[in-house]
């Protein structure tokens, strides 16, 4: 989109593409129209012993205040991805300059520092 | 019997809230019947008693009976799509469910006693409490695999009166643009999915271009291992790229309609 008053806020999101993303199923719906264009694409159908199986494991995570239900973990191909490009951009370190090293020294520590045990959230 | 026989307001004011809390004892146990701003109702409106936990419960029951596909799906297809993270997608969704329980009391009924307009009401309400879940969900993980900041995040879970893109039709997307678009988010690095995802989920259009809020800008910088400045650079690529690869099937699509 282009600006076109100098007060106008702008999106580089154009609405068709915003629009296509929800029915792929890359943007969550928030708004009841975006909750019509998504369910179109929709194919997931749960059956009702899957449901009732659903809701006995949301009736136990409500009565036990500590499960916080983790759904999300960082993928750990791309942790081990990062890892040896940082060791290449290590092994390679004489060429680089300092500020660059300091850098590097910087993203190895930290790629480096352990997890938690429960790294699961 | 129903709870909802009369339109319920917006927002009980408190001396409806006490009629209402006083009529759920006698209330009838067949949430079947019941629609979905009353079960919105039953659960935000319940105290402690026992009696109102246990029909809070049912009314929760009955609103995962009749939204868990829909969520389910919702989760999977979030969960397909992002590259940097693994999401559960079932627990995604469960716990969508156990939060909305936890603000039922937030829904406010705009359905105007239209039951379509209320399904699609409360699927909206959900999928702001999934938006916000999995904004959560990732600041966590950068707090857990990086910088131990720790910023509040402001708890927004209203569906907006207004269409955020006024444009916005309802008219489904071609599917050849559909294929192509999911072909092309396939051939992306995880990373540069994740900004694709994380800008068009959670960015908010400015003056100087669409931003993103400072707890998602540090969170995606930890998880791609880019710099604020090429993940900008990055979006602005992406978003480009995806919209010339789009524009020619949409611009077929409209001339053949014509």
Redesign the interface.
């Known amino acids: 989109m282009t600006k076109k008053y ?16 929800i ?24 059956s009702p012993d899957q ?1 009732e199986a ?2 006995q ?3 136990l ?2 009565d036990d205040p500590t499960d916080d ?8 191909a ?1 942790l081990t991805m ?1 890892n040896e490009d940082l060791a290449m951009a290590a092994r390679n370190g004489m060429e680089l300059d300092e500020e660059t090293r300091a850098k590097i020294e910087e ?1 190895v520590q ?1 790629a480096l520092r352990k ?2 045990p429960d ?1 699961e ?1 | 019997m129903s709870v909802t026989t009369l339109p319920i307001p917006h927002k009980p004011s408190v001396s409806q809230a006490v009629v209402i809390t006083l009529n759920m004892q006698s209330l009838s146990m067949d949430m079947g019947r019941e629609t979905d701003a009353g079960l919105m109702l039953l659960m935000g409106a319940a105290g402690p008693a026992p009696e109102e936990q246990q029909i809070a419960r049912s009314a929760l029951q009955e609103l995962h009976r009749r939204y868990y596909p829909y969520v389910l799906a919702i989760a999977e297809g979030y969960s397909e799509n992002f590259g940097t993270v693994e999401i559960d997608a079932k627990e995604f969704a469960t716990a969508t469910f156990k939060r909305a329980y936890e603000r039922a009391a937030s829904f406010e009924d705009k359905s105007k006693a239209n039951p379509e307009h209320a399904k699609l009401q409360v699927k909206a309400w959900l999928g702001v409490i999934a938006r916000n879940l999995s904004r959560d969900a990732l600041d966590k993980i950068r707090r857990r695999h990086g910088h131990l900041e720790v910023v509040p995040l402001q708890e927004t879970i209203d569906v907006p009166d207004d269409e955020p893109i006024p444009e916005m039709d309802t008219l489904s997307t071609p599917t050849a643009a559909i294929v192509a678009l999911r072909e092309a988010l396939d051939a992306l690095k995880p990373e540069d999915r994740d900004i694709l995802m994380t800008y068009a989920a959670f960015g908010i259009p400015t003056k100087s271009g669409r931003e993103l809020p400072k707890e998602a800008r540090d969170s995606l910088q930890e998880r791609t291992g880019y710099e604020r400045s090429n993940i900008r650079q990055k979006w602005l690529r992406l978003t480009r790229k995806l919209e010339a690869e789009l524009e020619p099937i949409l611009t077929t699509q409209r001339n053949s309609n014509k």
Do not use: M, Y
Request: proline residues 11%.
């Open positions: 100098p007060h106008e806020d702008t999106d580089e999101l154009p609405p068709a593409l915003r629009k296509a993303l029915e792929c199923g890359a943007v969550i719906p928030t708004t009841p129209k975006e909750v019509l264009l998504a369910e179109r694409q929709q194919k997931t159908k749960a449901v659903a809701f494991k949301l009736e995570a409500l239900l983790s759904f999300a973990k960082i993928n750990d791309l990062q993203s930290r997890p938690p790294s959230l």
